[in-house]
């Protein structure tokens, strides 16, 4: 096998990895405990680059962490942690006198472990549960009101109402999601290390797929027809809650950007929005632009709004007034008139003929 000089012995220090080209193939070359070594650069995840991770020391010996995902592999053997089964590509490496050399071609080839389950093979292969005569309709609650909490949610009782309402005068089938109750991380911001790091399903999601936002993806873009979001105003703004989903989102979005590949196809999104104070058309306008960002259209007179008023302070008494509201019973019906109405309508466009006008990474190739 040929032997190819990537460096002087001199210039990799002890403790130290760095990047070399093999021919064309980019190698990692370490040198731990002093012994050098060599494996493949390539993450066999995501294909990040692991030159640029850090290395630790534990139980099985040094491994290099991909700065993607944090998929490892240890530098002297190539293999992952014994859990998850992946192997590295291994070069032979040769000092001859101040030169390091590499094998041309691995000694040890990669390969990815094959897992025989995917519990994610329903979002990768975007196994849709909408069609031409379905009515499903999905409400999220972004409330964060504690579980121990006995008082009422107003964005939450509108979202009920609006749910009961499709129910029983459209025949719809429905699902709520409470936030609070599903466990799931914030988003880790992949998208900011590489573009490509940002992935369908969402890289969390395929680091732990009991994330809970894995039954908001499964819902909102594989279920739904029609989504209705609640929130309450928090400081003018939608809740925590709302900007922690919205934030894992970005995978969604970003497949548009990425790969011209529009997830959410003929689907309405309308919003309930409730509050203190009154700051309902600003927080209005920045749901209806998010949600008109993945691809969801919105109804004319897209949502319903509750506020008493900037000096509206007796709060014991909001609860009541929301009760006795005879606006907010007749405007969350006719939300729901306008969202089912637009639904039917939005069946009926060819997606398979629809771009977007949104920034993409071709726009730059081009």
């Known amino acids: 096998m040929n032997f190819i000089p990537v460096m002087e012995l001199s210039d990799l220090r002890i403790n130290s990895h760095v990047l070399v080209t093999v021919g064309n193939r980019p190698v990692l070359l370490s040198n731990y405990e002093n012994k050098i070594s060599a494996i493949g650069n390539i993450c066999l995840h995501k294909a990040g680059p692991l030159d640029k991770g850090l290395v630790n020391k534990r139980e099985g010996g040094y491994f290099v962490q991909c700065p993607w995902h944090g998929w490892e592999y ?3 053997n190539g293999k992952a942690p014994e859990s998850f089964g992946d192997q590295q590509a291994v070069y032979e490496v040769r000092v001859e006198g101040e030169k390091i050399l590499i094998s041309e071609k691995p000694v040890i080839p990669a390969s990815a472990a094959k897992h025989k389950d995917n519990p994610l093979e329903d979002l990768s292969s975007l196994k849709y549960e909408t069609g031409p005569g379905t009515l499903n ?26 749910l009961n309402n ?93 790969h011209d590949r ?19 058309q600003q927080v209005a306008g920045q ?12 109804p004319p007179f897209n949502f319903v709004g509750w506020s008493r008023g900037w000096n509206a302070e007796d709060m014991d008494q909001n609860v009541e007034e929301f009760k006795k509201s005879k606006y907010i019973r007749r405007s969350v019906n006719e939300l729901v008139t306008n969202s089912v109405s637009m ?21 730059i190739r081009d």
Request: charged share 20%.
């Open 74 to 76: 240890n530098v002297h």
């Open 166 to 258: 499709c129910k029983e005068q459209h025949g719809a089938a429905t699902k709520l999601i409470r936030l609070r109750d599903l466990e799931f991380r914030a988003c880790e911001g992949y998208y900011s290390i590489h573009e490509r790091a940002c992935t369908w399903p969402c890289s969390i999601s395929e680091m732990d797929p009991k994330d809970g936002m894995n039954e908001v993806y499964r819902s909102l873009v594989l279920w739904a027809d029609i989504i209705f979001v609640a929130t309450p105003i928090r400081w003018g703004n939608p809740s925590s809650l709302y900007f922690k989903m919205c934030e894992r989102l970005n995978c969604v979005q970003n497949q548009i950007t990425l």
């Open 262 to 280: 529009i997830l959410i196809k003929n689907k309405v999104a309308a919003f309930l929005i409730t509050g203190g104070q009154d700051n309902i």
């Open 343 to 363: 639904s039917r309508h939005m069946k009926l466009v060819d997606y398979e003929k629809m771009d977007s006008p949104l920034p993409k990474r071709k726009d």
């Open 137 to 162: 309709v999905l409400g999220i609650s972004t409330t964060n009101m504690h579980p121990g909490i006995t008082r009422i949610s107003t964005s939450e009782e509108a979202l009920y109402l609006a």
């Open 287 to 298: 749901m209806s632009c998010f949600f008109t960002d993945l691809g969801f259209a919105l």
